[in-house]
């Protein structure tokens, strides 16, 4: 059954809709990119899918099979991906391990993302108010005797591009409330050859990019060692998905001019690229 909104669109106009001719080049890993991209068509926006980063299969195991061989000693498992919950669940399937062995844990997802691990597990113990490591912790500080609890971080191991400081900074900020924090890579996430991209690069020099979107941090980082310089794409609205890809975006010298601050789903990012033509 479709939605109101998703009605509106189809039956308004393409040159009624808010991004009506606009294309917008998404960095997204591919299985986000599509879902984004689908919420800038609803805007009447045409996405151009530039992945800058993929996500793929450890080469090696051995941390995470140690952590799911003692998984009954975490009082939590903290996710911060979607990508990490589908590796976490698929490693558990190919260790044979029953999902029931995760009973006595309690498990926490990133707003959209609870979607993910329901469908995995079929519950979800926290879904933070913001959608973001700064608000696991907020979440975490209200529990009584959280110092005395362990917790479990799946996360991406980076490899080829500089981490950004969203993992290492959650790690610090709980254990400075005393909390014992293992962290275990559950996938990879690594940058792509720019050399697949001639086409794409092209069109952001020629001036036929409207807007750039960001969804993370690592996306920029690899995006930027794709181009030659800041003029490459200096006419280039850049959106951000949140403030902290946004704070990070600034750091590395990229002018931002869209920050989402729904950043719990795709659909709050393109409202807020759709917001900016609006006026």
């Known amino acids: 059954m479709h939605t109101k909104s998703t009605e509106i669109n189809?039956?308004?106009?393409?040159?009624?809709?808010?991004?009506?001719?606009k294309r917008i080049l998404v960095t997204a890993p591919r299985n986000y990119?599509?879902?984004?991209?689908?919420?800038?068509?609803?805007?009447?926006?045409?996405?151009?899918?530039?992945?800058?980063i993929e996500t793929c299969y450890l080469s090696n195991y051995s941390q995470l099979d140690t952590?799911?061989?003692?998984?009954?000693?975490?009082?939590?498992?903290l996710f911060t991906s979607r990508n990490g919950i589908a590796a976490f669940f698929q490693r558990m399937n190919d260790l044979n391990i029953p999902v029931s062995a995760?009973?006595?844990?309690?498990?926490?997802?990133?707003?959209?993302?609870?979607?993910?691990?329901?469908?995995?597990?079929?519950k979800v113990d926290l879904i933070p108010r913001e959608s973001s490591p700064a608000g696991i912790v907020a979440e975490l500080r209200k529990i009584p005797q959280i110092h005395e609890k362990t917790v479990l971080i799946p996360a991406p191991e980076v490899v080829?591009?500089?981490?950004?400081?969203?993992?290492?900074?959650?790690?610090?900020?709980?254990?400075?409330?005393?909390?014992?924090?293992t962290r275990v890579p559950t996938y990879i996430t690594q940058g792509l050859d720019k050399n697949?991209?001639?086409?794409?690069?092209?069109?952001?020099?020629?001036?036929?990019?409207?807007?750039i979107a960001f969804s993370s941090?690592?996306?920029?980082?690899?995006?930027?060692?794709?181009?030659?310089?800041?003029?490459?794409?200096?006419?280039?609205?850049?959106?951000?998905?949140?403030?902290?890809?946004?704070?990070?975006?600034?750091?590395?010298?990229?002018?931002?001019?869209?920050?989402?601050?729904?950043?719990?789903?795709?659909?709050?990012?393109?409202e807020a690229i759709a917001t900016f033509f609006s006026f």
């Open 10 to 21: 189809l039956l308004t106009p393409a040159s009624k809709l808010p991004l009506y001719n």
């Open 33 to 52: 990119a599509y879902r984004l991209s689908e919420q800038i068509i609803k805007k009447g926006g045409l996405p151009v899918l530039m992945p800058t």
């Open 67 to 77: 952590a799911l061989g003692h998984i009954k000693e975490f009082d939590w498992i």
């Open 102 to 122: 995760l009973e006595n844990c309690q498990l926490c997802a990133l707003g959209k993302d609870s979607e993910s691990l329901l469908s995995f597990f079929g």
């Open 160 to 181: 080829g591009l500089p981490e950004p400081d969203v993992v290492p900074n959650l790690i610090t900020d709980l254990q400075n409330l005393g909390i014992k924090v």
């Open 196 to 211: 697949i991209y001639g086409i794409e690069l092209n069109l952001i020099r020629q001036r036929r990019i409207d807007v």
């Open 217 to 270: 941090t690592v996306e920029i980082e690899s995006f930027l060692r794709m181009v030659n310089s800041p003029r490459d794409y200096e006419h280039c609205v850049i959106a951000c998905f949140g403030p902290y890809t946004t704070a990070n975006a600034q750091k590395l010298a990229v002018n931002v001019s869209i920050v989402s601050q729904d950043y719990s789903s795709f659909e709050g990012f393109a």
